[in-house]
């Protein structure tokens, strides 16, 4: 039976507070260890994505050998809906998996494969472990738990029973109740815990991580020149600017040497060093955005960076917000994530009269396994 699968990547990740699909797990992000999942299993000829507007040029990029890559709707059954209008005509079956649910075994997308060969729909369960009850106006029923299950992805059934389901317009809250809905039964195969949702924060807390906090330090005096240009947090201020082998961004630097120092892998001399030529005048923001890819391709998701400026002038504090996108932006993290404090030295020492700008940064990075 030849079979397409679909990866779900549309969500919005309201419960989670960030976009879950992007957490690293090793070294690799949540929806790519799902698409990988599929792509790789043997019973699987293609995989196709719909992913989320913020979602679909990381996807197009990185989804490597995938069938299609498409925008997702509103819904999940929208989102399901495009993708099985992208299905080639010669697949005889089509499976819908969740890009949260990153951990799902290879026993789990056979089994469901053979069992839509079998009986033309199919789910993967787990029994559940808790009492349940089912709440109404009178108060609280309890359930008999015995008889039910957890229903997890991928779901999958042949096309012709999806093509029906979907010519309905009816919307569910998976695929097996789309079918059901239109009188498609679905068997149920043995699931597996470990094949969890990512749907809150919390749930990360099931997983192994590694917090790591990295430091980092730079200190650039004024330029001479009235004409340099001043850069401070990847933002451009009046000059002159500080002095230095590239745009001498003290604040940025000092970023990248936290990042760099939290995940083992030495500092911005090892890897931009002011003897080469290629630096000369180089936007300090390449250097940040390089960092944050270097981290990244070793599974680090950064948590929160602080970072504290130490001039007379100019007035960072006036432009803090500006600063803090700045940051993010070149990192790839949301703005609450980033902190910016300045002072000044009081008169004292040089930075004090004003002869340079320093800049302190910590930076927490983590690694799930």
């Given at each position: 039976?030849?079979?397409?699968?679909?990866?779900?990547?549309?969500?919005?990740?309201?419960?989670?507070?960030?976009?879950?699909?992007?957490?690293?797990?090793?070294?690799?992000?949540?929806?790519?260890?799902?698409?990988?999942?599929?792509?790789?299993?043997?019973?699987?000829?293609?995989?196709?994505?719909?992913?989320?507007?913020?979602?679909?040029?990381?996807?197009?990029?990185?989804?490597?050998?995938?069938?299609?890559?498409?925008?997702?709707?509103?819904?999940?059954?929208?989102?399901?809906?495009?993708?099985?209008?992208?299905?080639?005509?010669?697949?005889?079956?089509?499976?819908?998996?969740?890009?949260?649910?990153?951990?799902?075994?290879?026993?789990?997308?056979?089994?469901?494969?053979?069992?839509?060969?079998?009986?033309?729909?199919?789910?993967?369960?787990?029994?559940?472990?808790?009492?349940?009850?089912?709440?109404?106006?009178?108060?609280?029923?309890?359930?008999?738990?015995?008889?039910?299950?957890?229903?997890?992805?991928?779901?999958?059934?042949?096309?012709?029973?999806?093509?029906?389901?979907?010519?309905?317009?009816?919307?569910?809250?998976?695929?097996?109740?789309?079918?059901?809905?239109?009188?498609?039964?679905?068997?149920?195969?043995?699931?597996?815990?470990?094949?969890?949702?990512?749907?809150?924060?919390?749930?990360?807390?099931?997983?192994?991580?590694?917090?790591?906090?990295?430091?980092?330090?730079?200190?650039?005096?004024?330029?001479?020149?009235?004409?340099?240009?001043?850069?401070?947090?990847?933002?451009?201020?009046?000059?002159?600017?500080?002095?230095?082998?590239?745009?001498?961004?003290?604040?940025?630097?000092?970023?990248?040497?936290?990042?760099?120092?939290?995940?083992?892998?030495?500092?911005?001399?090892?890897?931009?060093?002011?003897?080469?030529?290629?630096?000369?005048?180089?936007?300090?923001?390449?250097?940040?955005?390089?960092?944050?890819?270097?981290?990244?391709?070793?599974?680090?998701?950064?948590?929160?960076?602080?970072?504290?400026?130490?001039?007379?002038?100019?007035?960072?504090?006036?432009?803090?917000?500006?600063?803090?996108?700045a940051i993010a932006g070149l990192v790839g993290i949301g703005t609450e994530r980033v902190s910016v404090k300045a002072t000044t030295n009081e008169g004292l020492g040089s930075i004090g009269r004003g002869e340079g700008i320093a800049a302190y940064a910590v930076a927490t990075i983590k690694r799930y396994s």
């Amino acid at each position: 039976m030849r079979t397409v699968a679909v990866l779900l990547a549309a969500g919005k990740s309201e419960r989670f507070g960030l976009d879950k699909l992007q957490v690293r797990l090793g070294g690799h992000t949540v929806w790519e260890r799902a698409f990988t999942a599929l792509r790789e299993h043997p019973l699987i000829e293609a995989v196709g994505v719909v992913a989320s507007d913020g979602l679909l040029d990381e996807c197009k990029s990185n989804a490597a050998g995938a069938l299609f890559v498409e925008k997702g709707g509103a819904s999940r059954t929208e989102s399901a809906r495009i993708g099985f209008g992208r299905v080639p005509d010669w697949a005889e079956a089509v499976l819908f998996h969740d890009a949260a649910r990153p951990f799902v075994s290879h026993r789990v997308i056979e089994s469901v494969v053979r069992a839509v060969e079998s009986h033309g729909a199919a789910f993967p369960a787990v029994p559940v472990a808790d009492t349940v009850k089912e709440k109404s106006d009178d108060g609280f029923r309890t359930l008999d738990r015995s008889r039910l299950v957890a229903v997890q992805t991928p779901q999958g059934a042949r096309v012709e029973h999806f093509r029906r389901a979907f010519a309905s317009g009816a919307e569910a809250t998976d695929d097996a109740a789309l079918l059901e809905a239109d009188g498609v039964p679905s068997v149920a195969v043995e699931g597996d815990p470990a094949n969890i949702k990512l749907t809150r924060q919390e749930d990360l807390a099931l997983l192994q991580a590694e917090v790591r906090t990295g430091m980092g330090y730079d200190v650039h005096r004024v330029s001479d020149d009235p004409a340099r240009q001043m850069w401070l947090g990847g933002v451009l201020f009046p000059g002159p600017g500080l002095e230095g082998h590239s745009d001498a961004d003290a604040v940025l630097h000092a970023i990248v040497d936290a990042l760099l120092g939290a995940a083992g892998l030495g500092d911005i001399g090892d890897h931009y060093p002011n003897t080469d030529p290629r630096w000369k005048g180089e936007p300090s923001s390449t250097f940040l955005k390089e960092t944050a890819q270097k981290l990244a391709a070793e599974g680090w998701n950064v948590v929160n960076i602080d970072v504290s400026v130490i001039a007379e002038k100019p007035k960072l504090s006036e432009r803090r917000t500006e600063v803090r996108s700045a940051i993010a932006g070149l990192v790839g993290i949301g703005t609450e994530r980033v902190s910016v404090k300045a002072t000044t030295n009081e008169g004292l020492g040089s930075i004090g009269r004003g002869e340079g700008i320093a800049a302190y940064a910590v930076a927490t990075i983590k690694r799930y396994s």
